[in-house]
Structure formats: structure tokens, C-alpha cells
């Protein structure tokens, strides 16, 4: 029997560099859990890799086959492009291990779905100041900064995150993202323990 490694945290507390390390790491032999949207393909992205690329009935499809587990929505500029996680044949619980990331909600919906000893929770926690300095570093390295954007996603992950959701989604280990080297140390010996 597999397990789901899903890496949560606040806005940039590394679970992306994270996520993408534990992947690289062969001795883990960790799959991607890929999501899917309906959003547009851009270019250079390729099907089944940065996400399962679908179009809204073939979000019915899977939603009317009870396979979607979790969905997110987002009004953009260009439409309502939405982001989920269904149980289809690209996720083999059965046969692997997988690596996914997201927030505290899509945990819950997973472990909701698979039980929670088959998706185990990889909380990365960093200092807010050291966070917040770390997303405008992150932000001031982008063609077009949105700082506003940072600020609106700094102040909703305190609600998103309030320590009382934490304990209702009955998250007790916490890794401090302080050396990048060392939290992967930690996360992958871990990972190893209770694959
Ligand atoms: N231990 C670390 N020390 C210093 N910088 C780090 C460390 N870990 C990650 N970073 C940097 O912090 C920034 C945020 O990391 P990353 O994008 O992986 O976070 P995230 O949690 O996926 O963010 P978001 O949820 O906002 O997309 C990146 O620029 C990354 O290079």
C-alpha cells in the first residue's frame, strides 16, 4: 500500500522547493501527484506534467464518476479557471508512493477521501518576518511584482492557518524550513520512516 507525502504551509514557506527536492530524491522513489485544471495549456507546458489539462466536461465527466476530491475555483481575468484533484488511473495508491503540495483544505479533502493513514501531512513552518521577506525576494525577481497580491496572500494565510485548524486537521509534526538543506534532510528521513 502507497502513501500521499502532502507538504503544506503558509505562502512561501518553501513547499515548492521542497516538493520539488523530495521528487529528485531517488532513494524516496516519490511520484507527483498532478493535478488537474481546466485552465489553458501555455506554452512550453506539456499534458500530464505541470497538470492534467481538461476542459470543463471533462471536469463533469470525473465529477459525475464521484472522482473529483478536492476543487479549487479562481475568477481570472479570464474566466473561472478551476484546479482539483481527482482519483483517476495516474494515481496509483495502490502500487507507489506520491509527493503532492497544496493548503490545509485540500489535506483534509484527501485525507477524507483516502483515510489518514494513507496521506501523511508534511507541515512546513518559517518565522512570518523571515516569510514575508522571503516572498518579496521571491516577488521582486518577477517581470511584474504584484506586491498587493503578496499582502492579500500574507494576511488570508493567518485565517487559512489559524493554529485552531491546525489541530482540528489533527496536524501534530511541524518541520522549521530554516536551512533548506537540513528541513530536506528531516523530511526525507521521515518520509522514510513512514512510508
Ligand atoms: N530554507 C530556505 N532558506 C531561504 N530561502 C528559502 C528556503 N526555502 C525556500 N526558500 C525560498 O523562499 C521562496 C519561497 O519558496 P517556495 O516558492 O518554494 O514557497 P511556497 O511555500 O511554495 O510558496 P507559495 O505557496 O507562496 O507558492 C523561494 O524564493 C525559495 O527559493
Given at each position: 500500500?502507497?502513501?500521499l507525502?502532502?507538504v503544506?504551509g503558509?505562502?512561501?514557506?518553501?513547499?515548492?522547493?521542497?516538493?520539488?527536492k523530495?521528487?529528485e530524491?531517488?532513494?524516496?522513489?516519490?511520484?507527483?501527484?498532478v493535478?488537474?485544471t481546466?485552465?489553458?495549456?501555455?506554452a512550453?507546458?506539456?499534458q500530464?506534467?505541470?497538470?492534467h489539462?481538461?476542459?470543463?466536461?471533462?471536469?463533469?465527466?470525473?465529477?459525475?464518476?464521484?472522482?473529483?476530491?478536492?476543487?479549487?475555483?479562481?475568477?481570472?481575468?479570464?474566466?473561472?479557471?478551476?484546479?482539483f484533484?481527482?482519483?483517476?488511473?495516474?494515481t496509483?495508491l495502490?502500487?507507489?508512493?506520491?509527493a503532492g503540495?497544496g493548503?490545509?483544505?485540500?489535506?483534509?479533502a484527501?485525507?477524507?477521501?483516502?483515510?489518514?493513514?494513507?496521506?501523511?501531512?508534511?507541515?512546513?513552518e518559517?518565522?512570518?518576518?523571515?516569510?514575508?521577506?522571503?516572498a518579496?525576494?521571491r516577488e521582486?525577481?518577477?517581470?511584474e511584482?504584484?506586491?498587493a497580491e503578496l499582502?492579500?496572500?500574507?494576511?488570508?494565510d493567518?485565517?487559512?492557518?489559524?493554529?485552531?485548524k491546525?489541530?482540528?486537521?489533527?496536524?501534530?509534526?511541524r518541520?522549521y524550513?530554516?536551512?533548506?538543506?537540513?528541513s530536506?534532510?528531516?523530511i526525507?528521513?521521515?518520509?522514510?520512516?513512514?512510508k
Amino acid at each position: 500500500m502507497g502513501k500521499l507525502f502532502y507538504v503544506i504551509g503558509k505562502s512561501a514557506t518553501g513547499k515548492d522547493t521542497i516538493f520539488q527536492k523530495l521528487l529528485e530524491n531517488e532513494s524516496l522513489a516519490l511520484k507527483p501527484l498532478v493535478l488537474y485544471t481546466t485552465r489553458p495549456m501555455r506554452a512550453g507546458e506539456e499534458q500530464g506534467v505541470q497538470y492534467h489539462f481538461t476542459d470543463e466536461a471533462g471536469l463533469t465527466e470525473l465529477q459525475n464518476a464521484g472522482k473529483v476530491i478536492e476543487l479549487r475555483a479562481y475568477d481570472t481575468v479570464h474566466g473561472v479557471w478551476k484546479y482539483f484533484t481527482a482519483d483517476t488511473e495516474a494515481t496509483d495508491l495502490e502500487k507507489y508512493n506520491y509527493a503532492g503540495v497544496g493548503v490545509l483544505e485540500s489535506y483534509r479533502a484527501l485525507r477524507n477521501y483516502y483515510g489518514a493513514e494513507r496521506v501523511i501531512p508534511i507541515y512546513i513552518e518559517v518565522e512570518d518576518g523571515e516569510r514575508l521577506q522571503r516572498a518579496l525576494d521571491r516577488e521582486r525577481g518577477q517581470q511584474e511584482p504584484k506586491y498587493a497580491e503578496l499582502c492579500r496572500r500574507f494576511l488570508a494565510d493567518s485565517e487559512d492557518f489559524a493554529e485552531e485548524k491546525i489541530a482540528e486537521a489533527g496536524i501534530e509534526k511541524r518541520f522549521y524550513n530554516r536551512d533548506l538543506k537540513e528541513s530536506i534532510e528531516k523530511i526525507s528521513a521521515y518520509i522514510k520512516e513512514h512510508k
